[in-house]
């Protein structure tokens, strides 16, 4: 017998109007001995029709996601919709208010950690909450992410190579209408526990992003995340407007892990190579530099295939295992 989930919604889920509330989550601490975990929610219904799940702050320290998605709460009417849109800006609540890519309180990766437990951690019983209760009602899924505080991308929406063709082509054309200047068939180093996979196990259509990064966000990117969260309602048939998708998205794929540069050293670390440029196999891509003296040993990495950069490490300084750099191969429109 599955456990009841702890966590309770403020609002209600399926009534008409807009709603702003919170998903309530019991968590007994030093500062607080009957305290919660308050996580923000809006629930915008209007009549029968499609249900779309937008959720950003997944990882605490990526940003597009949230301000597009506080925004749209902030102005969506349930006059301009038909179903509902439930919207959680800041999935992993704990993590996002310490600006940290994994939750102060246990340490856990909310996306790292589906399907959960209603037993487990806080963590845990965030994402059992989310994947019991909230994904059963969307019939299309948007979970916003950017590179956080270590890695930098290139705009990109991005879906996943699917067993289920039919619903890989539903991500596919979910994916497009979203508008992001690059999409991406999306290779995942280690998909167990993501959101992305339970998600799709789950036979919905699923479209997440990498929109940035670097622990910030610009005026340029928030505007990329504003018009693909509303693309994306229209695909849906929830907003009644035409797509506004400045310029064709542009193709890319991983597909092999000679996609990924791992550095094999610490020290002090030079991008040779800028976001969106091409490059080619053997292509020097960055250094690392011993920072322990000067005249120590420097270290080359080169591209392992051709493509464009789709992603770097973000910080000055690298360590051992950290990505370095994402190669990612163009596809012919």
């Given at each position: 017998?599955?456990?009841?989930s ?13 709603h702003?509330?919170?998903l309530k989550l ?27 799940l937008?959720?950003?702050?997944n ?13 749209l ?14 919207i959680?800006?800041?999935?992993n609540y ?16 909310l996306n ?5 437990r ?6 845990e ?18 979970d916003?992410h ?5 890695l ?30 690059w ?5 995942e180093?280690?998909?167990v526990?993501?959101?992305?996979t339970?998600?799709e ?6 479209v ?24 994306l ?8 407007d035409?797509?506004d ?7 890319l ?10 550095s094999e050293v ?12 091409k ?12 920072i322990?003296?000067?005249?120590g ?7 392992r295939?051709?493509?464009?950069l ?13 990505c ?10």
């Open positions: 017998m599955t456990k009841k702890p966590i309770t919604p403020t609002i209600p889920l399926d009534v008409d109007g807009v702003h509330g919170f019991p968590y007994s601490r030093d500062d607080s001995a009957w305290g919660a975990v308050m996580i923000p929610i809006t629930v915008i219904r209007n009549g029968n029709g499609p249900t779309a937008l959720t950003g702050g990882h605490g320290d990526e940003y597009e996601g949230p301000v597009a998605l506080f925004k709460a902030n102005h969506l009417a349930a006059s301009e919709i038909r179903g509902r849109v439930i959680l800006p800041a999935m704990p993590a996002f208010c310490a600006a940290t890519r994994i939750s102060p309180i246990d340490r856990g990766n790292r950690t589906f399907p959960g209603p037993d487990g951690t806080v963590t019983k965030i994402a059992d909450y989310v994947l019991r209760h909230l994904v059963p009602l969307a019939d299309i899924v948007l916003i950017s590179g956080g505080k270590t930098d991308f290139i705009p990109f929406a991005a879906v996943h190579v699917l067993p289920d063709k039919k619903q890989e082509a539903a991500c596919i054309a979910a994916m497009k209408a979203f508008g992001a200047p999409s991406m068939m999306m290779l180093l280690d998909a526990g993501m959101f992305d339970v998600v196990d789950a036979g919905k259509t699923f997440t992003t990498e929109l940035g990064g670097g622990g910030s966000t610009t005026a340029e990117r928030v505007a990329i995340a504003d018009r693909g969260v509303r693309n309602l229209i695909h849906a048939g929830i907003l009644a035409k797509l998708i400045p310029e064709p998205t542009r193709m794929d991983m597909p092999g892990d000679d996609c990924f540069i791992a610490t020290g002090l670390f030079e991008p040779c190579v800028d976001l969106g440029a490059v080619r196999k053997d292509d020097l891509v960055a250094r690392v530099y011993d322990e003296r000067t005249g040993k420097m270290t080359e990495y080169f591209a295939r051709d493509g464009i789709a992603a770097r490490h973000f910080p000055g300084l690298i360590k051992t295992g950290d370095l750099a994402v190669i990612a191969a163009m596809v012919d429109s």
